[in-house]
């Protein structure tokens, strides 16, 4: 079997290859060998360990290698900085904040868009992968230019924490309503309507049966949401204005080391961030698969 | 309620920056976005996707044949490490080939003995997108490949086909939607790069910026219609692909229920 760091391996159906159902993972190939000759299939593999190697493993590698490369003195003292915890602070306040926030909009949003009806409901749905699709850069100047100093809503976050929330929840919308989506679709009334006609009430039904069997999917996105703001660096560039300790996320630390040639720092910043996101993705993956063993073992 | 969240988060925005793109006159949107070192960084920027693509095509496609066909120990690691890129933040992606390929890099004799610039150079900027467009072309073509099943292959193998002939003819087009689809990511993606090539790049108008770099270098010299005017173009690239990929999932849907 395979398994996905994400959870997920097959439905493109949810468009975006970036989002995760716990749960799902790619069944064993069947045993005819047709594309699988032995002789191909390790020249094959071999090809592509070494291309996989090259892009991803030694880039990777090379961050570890320096981060250890000084000591553990160095790499503590990189990261027990002033200007490292005040950006640790700063980056992990805003993505819990933001990734909360998402988790109860991204699925108003998803209950919306699969419950409701109005007109310009496809449209909506096609524009709600915008900040995918949108460059990061690009997203910054468009936050600039409403929330910034000529905001036409009158809402000035320039260098405010508040600037780096919106940024982020622009970046991060679809991800939440994308991994709800789907569930949201398949899910039977059968079982609401039945608890409804046995005299429970709306909002009943909706935390003792609904909620429940979206809870896997909510957390999955809310995985997502969480490593995409920890990792984030091109939205919060302009409207957040880099300031220590206020506006300024641990990946702009991460570019100020560089700059100043702080390898060692720069790449123990790097692993612990790394950690953290693969920590968190892997948290959220567990407890959705629990969850959804849990809902299959009730519902049998 | 969700509606007017939704409106504030994603349309006014996008209003907005049309109203100011476009307010001072067609003409000087389109004097920004034709100069010179806004031509160069369309030209770098196209240069790259025509580099990462085909090799994201050939390995994502090799890879996905090679996760969904064939048993073998590692496949859990491999599925791994495809999806690795998801969860590694761009500037890390650049810190981390500057690391590997700079002159005081572990591969650094290749810059300094071969002259060869990784760093500061534009194979830096494919290596970057290449790592972040990774997982696209894989994660798209894997299932698909697990869908279609091996009926069609086997009754070509039993008709004397060898593998090769068997992989054009049978295979290819099989996968010819969900392969599209990861083209159409992967290229979006490329263009609108950023994080990681800020790290690679020497940054030099004219030279070594995309697109995406030359609007951060005018919004940061203070040129800022220059920055909104780009921005808006690629603003509207995005919105493009956005058609083009609900076109494409909707054709593939439908070659799905044929």
């Known amino acids: 079997m395979t398994r996905s760091i994400l959870g997920k391996t097959s439905g493109p159906e949810a468009i975006r290859p970036e989002l995760a159902q716990p749960g799902s993972e790619l069944p064993p190939p069947p045993k005819a060998r047709t594309l699988s000759r032995p002789g191909s299939a390790s020249l094959r593999f071999g090809v592509t360990m070494l291309w996989l190697s090259l892009i991803v493993l030694l880039p990777l590698a090379a961050i570890g290698w320096q981060a250890v490369g000084g000591g553990w003195q160095a790499f503590w003292l990189a990261i027990s900085s002033h200007a490292a915890v005040e950006a640790f602070r700063v980056t992990l306040t805003a993505s819990v904040v933001v990734t909360v926030f998402n988790m109860v909009f991204g699925l108003l949003t998803a209950w919306v868009l699969v419950r409701d009806d109005f007109p310009g409901k496809a449209l909506l749905d096609v524009f709600i992968d915008l900040p995918f699709a949108l460059p990061t850069i690009v997203t910054s100047l468009v936050m600039l230019a409403v929330y910034g100093k000529n905001s036409p809503v009158g809402l000035h976050l320039q260098h405010t924490p508040p600037g780096v929330w919106v940024a982020l929840a622009f970046v991060t919308l679809p991800l939440v309503v994308r991994a709800v989506q789907p569930v949201l679709l398949e899910i039977d009334r059968d079982v609401e309507e039945a608890a409804a006609s046995l005299g429970a009430s709306g909002p009943k039904v909706l935390t003792s049966i609904v909620l429940p069997s979206l809870l896997p999917a909510v957390l999955s996105g809310a995985g997502l949401s969480f490593s995409r703001c920890v990792a984030e660096f091109g939205s919060v560039v302009t409207i957040g204005g880099q300031v220590p300790g206020k506006t300024e996320v641990s990946s702009q630390w991460i570019r100020a080391l560089i700059e100043n040639d702080d390898r060692t720092g720069a790449a123990a910043i790097s692993i612990v961030l790394l950690s953290i996101s693969f920590t968190v993705l892997i948290l959220l993956r567990v407890l959705g698969g629990r969850t959804a063993r849990r809902e299959e073992k009730a519902a049998a | ?258």
């Open chain 2, 1 to 258: 309620m969700v509606l007017a969240y939704i409106g504030v988060m994603l349309i006014l925005p996008v209003i907005l920056i049309l109203w100011r793109t476009f307010r001072p006159g067609f003409g000087q949107f389109y004097d920004w976005i034709s100069t010179p070192a806004a031509i160069s960084a369309l030209n770098l920027s196209v240069l790259v996707v025509a580099i990462v693509l085909p090799l994201n095509v050939i390995f994502g496609v090799m890879t996905a044949i090679l996760l969904v066909r064939n048993r073998f120990r590692g496949r859990g690691v491999l599925q791994a490490v495809v999806d690795l890129p998801f969860a590694v933040s761009p500037i890390i992606v650049g810190v981390a080939l500057i690391l590997l390929w700079g002159s005081a890099g572990a591969l650094g004799f290749v810059e300094n003995d071969f002259g060869f610039r990784i760093i500061f150079g534009a194979p830096g900027i494919v290596l970057a997108s290449i790592f972040v467009t990774l997982p696209f072309v894989v994660r798209e073509v894997a299932p698909v490949l697990q869908e279609v099943g091996t009926e069609q292959e086997q009754a070509a193998a039993t008709l004397g086909s060898n593998f090769w002939q068997t992989f054009w003819r049978v295979t290819l087009p099989s996968i010819g939607w969900g392969l599209t689809y990861g083209v159409v990511l992967t290229t979006a993606r490329t263009l609108g790069e950023f994080g990681g090539v800020i790290m690679v790049s020497s940054n030099l108008p004219g030279e070594s910026q995309t697109l995406t770099l030359l609007v951060n270098d005018r919004y940061n010299r203070g040129a800022e219609y220059g920055a909104y005017a780009l921005s808006t173009l690629l603003m509207g690239v995005a919105v493009t692909f956005l058609i083009v990929k609900t076109v494409v999932q909707v054709r593939r849907k439908r070659a799905r229920q044929t």
